[in-house]
């Protein structure tokens, strides 16, 4: 956000110094907006006394001095300043006023011919920090100005320079400090020593900052490639932390690059993290001031982190006139949080979530036109202020198009740089490319207050003479007063067609029939299924969420009269807290559960314990949603968490009035309450969420989907009834930009097509091809500063005997580590390995007809490989820059998994001779078939080798926005089982099965690599994570993914497994043309229960069946699909 309240504050202190003079000098101080002065400052600063000494040398524009030769200015009050320019007289018109009280209001007297002021002036600057005015979620503490000990923040509501009005302003800024002590502020650096620092800025700025402190510095330079844009980042931290500082300066170049390419070049020669000494969030120009636990919140650096960079382009490089509503926070919103949600594939919920506050926040007395945004204070102005203004944005992207879009976007920034600009001038620049007046949408979205809300009122289906169907349906807006113009989207889905048909109706008007032609029989319409339009939300599209009972207006909490004592105080306490966050004019009620008889139908409601009487109502609310609780389970989807030490969260529908919610908090222990009354109000959007302990840590949260949906509309057939069918698919929408990553999509590629090339054969256990890939891949350790773990350079070397006609054969590892900096680790390590040989010509394991050809391996697994080798590039540069995880990491290429998971075996008995031990070896992640991700989740196997893993994932999955499954059952698998059998907690991450799979068919031109980049993340989040966890993970010694019974498989059936299944029986996935289960009839979707007479309960159960069989032998298959047994021969063939 944005640190001032620009516009808004004038005002107040316009009244305040001018009076009645105000008209004449609003229009004044207008006119002067694009006037500079320009300030060149040499400050003393006395943190201990809390005292600046400033003399500023002033040239002002000869058009800001009046008729009179004077010119007025405010400054903060007791600094007395006085002219140093011959000729040149300060006098003092008003002290500080109530409206007005930290500043006096001076005078300067101008001889003919003068133009300049050198002024002087000193004294004390101590505003210590005062709670926010309102009890508001985002809100901060704050202070207009404070020179301390703590820290140095100064800013235009400091007073701390003379301001003459609405002013542009460019400066010289240079600062003396005790030793030790550092000065920022924006533009460039030209000089730092010991105790002092000059900072300049030739870009027209609209205040000017100062911030000092005792900072560690940690600085890079940067510049992005085709953009002729350099520039260089800083971190200024309040104590030495040169990880966090890194992973800050990473960043940095990488959302610069990307705003660069969307937008223009960046504006400043600088940007710099701050590190404040207060909680804030505030963006400045050139640089952001983040409070000591934002700053290390994991999720700031891919949320609020690029919105504040972003604000270098909206805000501090194209300027906001107040006067016509603040533009740059809508913009700034939609090009950040919500472009980085789209880049997820979470645009459409985060669209949801904005519409649903503004559903939840805004009513008719509290709304306002975007016009009449300043800033955000409220629930009710950030609805509005930022998203109905991102709405307005995306609507106008939807109306042109993204191409289109983006040439205004840079159109509008070219012409508006480091000027004062207003919502009407980004509207010219976006009509200007596309060619279209879109003044309809500026006056009814920008000067209008209110938001659409619509229903369908009918739609029926007709067949045609000429073959195809005809839908004709009716939308009706049903907001009071004027109906809106809009373009609606709509997707229709029809029997057979995999895909919806889509496509935007024009609605105006109280109600809007429209009529289309479609190509098959359609039986379900949905009206604005991707949230595209503001509008206000019907009930039923918003999941029940904490908000709504937070944003209530009559509210009820009933706490359990069962509960123990020092329960009952707490949840006592907790809703205290609460009641004294209700707006003004709402109620907030607390009785005891026993003095109702049954929940009301006309409020929110809080139900407060495990043993409240009306605990049985939530868990009837919870039928319609994948969370279930047991006497001694919480389980989420197929997560399960204990009831003991933990606590459950849920909102779920009033059961009399859908339109109100009910929120159930049950704590466990009662020692989380305290925490859990604190940190609720933070997690509003939410609908469940499960916490541990009693800090206590979030360890699962989510939204539930929207169910009974009125804008979900069964289709009336000609007949008079309606169909059930499944949805089709709607069209993949691509992100404004492209995110540039961590990781290189372009490498891992390139690293694929080099170790599944014909040159290496297939990589073939005992070849010369094997042999040189060993060879290449300890040369790229070698090249990223990784340290050398095996025996002899990277190199971990044995003898097996394997079948023939191999026989007595050297195998090789290739092992690298990082060094662990962390003494209480001494010895421990995490292992991160993948297998890089493969079948060649087929051994040990060929399908029939195969043997000879080359196995490519391109997914299993040179995938699993470059990853690998992304990774250790990625740890081995920061290696390099000082910066060493807390637990060291090892590195392995394993050999010899095609043949029994003889390479991972080997290590796992033997670790690093001599340095890091079987027995010391913390956690294991294996990177095994992770090319052919696409829109699917990321698979991790073994889940069941450690209690934690489900927890951790999800926190990992949060914060990369990468979709992840768990798998807790025991399955046939990879390297990782080599350590999960002797009790290391080993999970696989696994991108899924496919057709391809042990075929000369898996080639590099199916990868999917920018799938594989996000492997890439995951693992890296994870492996941090593990590095630094202090606590052991509770093995679970075989948990890891259980054996693959003796022997092989030595037929095929052609299923492909549901690995993220965790019923009874096996699901399939998909079903491989022409194979054994296409022509017994098999399905995907199908769960097999029994085979001849062997009940399958499971994957590995099923695999062991397999395991039993012959080419040509006849199997009876026992399937249930969509509720029904059914019963199927297969006939098996020869692998």
């Not at 204990?642 to 009662?670: E, F, G, I, M, Q």
């Not at 590892?813 to 060094?819: E, K, R, T, Y």
Request: overall charge negative; hydrophobic content about 40%.
């Amino acid at each position: 956000m944005l640190v001032l309240e620009r516009y808004r504050k004038l005002m107040k202190r316009l009244l305040a110094l001018f009076g009645c003079t105000v008209p004449v000098l609003l229009s004044f101080s207008f006119a002067l907006a694009g006037s500079t002065v320009h300030h060149q400052i040499h400050i003393n600063l006395d943190p201990q006394t809390h005292r600046l000494q400033v003399e500023d040398i002033l040239s002002i524009p000869r058009e800001m001095i009046g008729r009179e030769n004077t010119v007025r200015f405010r400054l903060h009050d007791g600094l007395n300043p006085t002219s140093r320019t011959p000729g040149v007289e300060v006098r003092q018109l008003s002290s500080p006023t109530q409206e007005e009280p930290l500043a006096s209001v001076y005078e300067l007297f101008f001889p003919e011919g003068v133009e300049g002021a050198a002024l002087s002036y000193e004294g004390q600057i101590f505003h210590p920090l005062k709670p926010p005015g309102e009890e508001y979620e985002r809100a901060f503490s704050d202070t207009p100005g404070i020179i301390s000990e703590e820290g140095i923040y100064l800013a235009n509501a400091s007073a701390w320079y003379p301001r003459f009005g609405d002013e542009l302003l460019t400066f010289s800024l240079d600062v003396q400090l005790p030793a030790g002590w550092k000065a920022v502020s924006q533009g460039t650096r030209t000089m730092q020593d010991q105790s002092r620092s000059i900072w300049i800025s030739h870009e027209p700025q609209d205040e000017m900052y100062l911030i000092g402190a005792k900072f560690t510095e940690y600085h890079r330079k940067g510049a992005v490639a085709g953009s002729g844009s350099s520039f260089e980042t800083y971190a200024f931290l309040r104590t030495p932390d040169p990880e966090l500082a890194n992973q800050y300066l990473d960043v940095t170049g990488r959302y610069i690059e990307m705003y660069n390419s969307l937008i223009g070049k960046y504006p400043y020669s600088k940007f710099a993290l701050i590190e404040n000494f207060w909680e804030t969030g505030y963006g400045m120009p050139s640089f952001t001031l983040l409070g000591p636990q934002v700053i290390r919140f994991p999720f700031i650096i891919n949320s609020s982190y690029p919105h504040e960079i972003l604000h270098n382009w909206w805000g501090n490089g194209v300027y906001v006139d107040y006067s016509a509503g603040n533009w740059c926070e809508g913009i700034t919103a939609y090009l950040a949080d919500h472009l980085i949600k789209e880049q997820e594939g979470g645009g459409a919920e985060y669209r949801r979530v904005t519409l649903q506050k503004y559903t939840d926040y805004v009513n008719e007395g509290n709304d306002f036109p975007l016009s009449q945004f300043l800033d955000r204070h409220s629930a009710a102005t950030e609805a509005i202020g930022y998203g109905k203004s991102l709405m307005y944005y995306h609507m106008l992207r939807t109306q042109i198009g993204d191409e289109l879009f983006r040439q205004g976007i840079r159109k509008f920034y070219a012409e508006s740089q480091f000027r004062k600009v207003r919502f009407a001038d980004f509207n010219a620049a976006l009509s200007s490319v596309s060619n279209k007046n879109l003044s309809r949408e500026h006056h009814q979205w920008v000067e209008k207050k209110g938001a659409p809300e619509l229903r369908i009122t009918a739609a029926q289906s007709s067949e045609k003479l000429l073959g195809g169907f005809e839908l004709r349906a009716t939308i009706e807006q049903l907001q009071p007063g004027d109906g809106f113009d809009l373009q609606v989207p709509v997707a229709i889905h029809m029997v057979g067609k995999p895909e919806a048909f889509q496509t935007r109706v024009a609605v105006s008007g109280r109600q809007t029939e429209f009529i289309l032609d479609l190509p098959a029989r359609p039986f379900l319409l949905d009206v604005d299924p991707e949230f595209d339009l503001f509008r206000k939300l019907n009930r039923f599209e918003i999941p029940p969420s904490l908000s709504q009972s937070f944003g209530a207006k009559k509210a009820l909490v009933l706490i359990p009269a069962a509960a123990s004592t020092e329960e009952r105080a707490s949840f006592e306490a907790l809703a205290k807290s609460w009641a004294g966050a209700v707006e003004e004019g709402g109620t907030f009620e607390i009785l005891l559960d026993s003095e109702i008889s049954e929940l009301p139908s006309d409020r929110g409601i809080w139900v407060l314990g495990w043993n409240n009487r009306f605990a049985g109502a939530m868990l009837k609310g919870l039928e319609d949603y994948d969370l279930s609780v047991s006497a001694e389970q919480i389980r989420v989807g197929t997560t399960e968490y204990p009831k003991k030490d933990h606590s459950l969260v849920v909102s779920v529908r009033n059961p009399k009035n859908a339109s109100l919610t009910v929120s159930w908090v049950a704590a466990n222990p009662v020692a989380a309450i305290p925490g859990l009354d604190r940190k609720l109000p933070h997690y509003g959007k939410y609908s469940f969420l499960v916490f541990e302990g009693s800090e206590p840590k979030n360890v699962a949260k989510g939204v539930w989907p929207a169910v009974h949906s009125p804008l979900s509309f069964a289709i009336t057939q000609p007949d008079g009834t309606t169909m059930v069918g499944s949805k089709g698919r709607l069209a993949s929408r691509k992100a404004l930009v492209e995110p540039i990553g961590i990781f290189s999509a372009s490498r891992m590629q390139e690293r694929v097509q080099i170790l599944a090339s014909e040159q290496f054969k297939g990589r073939e256990l005992g070849t010369p091809e094997l042999d040189q890939v060993a060879g290449w891949i300890a040369e790229q350790f070698r090249r990223f500063g990784l340290q050398a773990g095996g025996d002899s350079d990277f190199f971990q070397k044995w003898n097996e005997r394997l079948s023939a006609p191999k026989g007595d054969t050297l195998l090789r590892n290739i092992v690298g580590f990082i060094p662990g900096k962390n003494p209480e680790f001494a010895g421990q390590s995490v292992i991160l390995g993948a297998h890089y040989d493969h079948l060649g010509l087929g051994w040990p394991d060929a399908h029939s007809g195969n043997g000879g050809k080359i196995h490519y391996g391109a997914d299993d697994n040179a995938s699993g490989v470059a990853v690998l080798l992304e990774l250790a590039r990625y740890y081995g540069d920061k290696f390099q820059d000082g910066v060493r995880p807390e637990r060291s990491i090892i590195f392995v290429a394993f050999t010899g998994e095609e043949a029994g998971l003889l390479g991972s075996r080997y290590f796992a008995a033997n670790g690093i001779s001599g340095r890091y031990l079987p027995s010391k070896m913390f956690a294991m992640l294996n990177l095994d078939t992770v090319g052919r991700l696409g829109t699917n989740k990321l698979l991790i196997l073994g889940g069941g080798s450690a209690r934690e893993w489900s927890q951790i994932m999800t926190g990992v999955g949060h914060v990369t926005g990468v979709p992840l499954q768990v798998v807790t059952t025991q399955i046939a698998s990879s390297d990782q089982k080599s350590f999960s059998d002797i009790g290391i907690p080993a999970i696989q991450l696994f991108s899924g099965a496919n057709g391809d799979y042990h075929r000369p068919s898996d080639m590099p031109d199916k990868i999917d690599s920018e799938g594989m980049a996000k492997v890439a993340r995951v693992t890296q989040e994870t492996l941090d994570y593990l590095t630094s966890r202090k606590e052991a993970l509770t093995s679970g010694a075989g948990g890891g993914g259980g054996g693959g019974g003796s022997g092989e498989r030595k037929v095929y059936l052609g299923t492909v497994p549901d690995f993220a299944f965790s019923g009874e029986g096996m699901r399939v996935d998909s079903v491989a043309p022409g194979s054994p289960a296409e022509k017994a009839g098999l399905q995907a979707g199908d769960v097999i229960v029994q085979m001849n007479t062997q009940v399958i309960r499971s994957l590995k159960e099923y695999s062991d069946f397999l395991k039993t069989l012959h080419g040509g032998d006849t199997v009876t298959i026992k399937i249930q699909r969509n509720g029904i047994f059914l019963q199927l021969l297969a006939t098996v063939i020869e692998r």
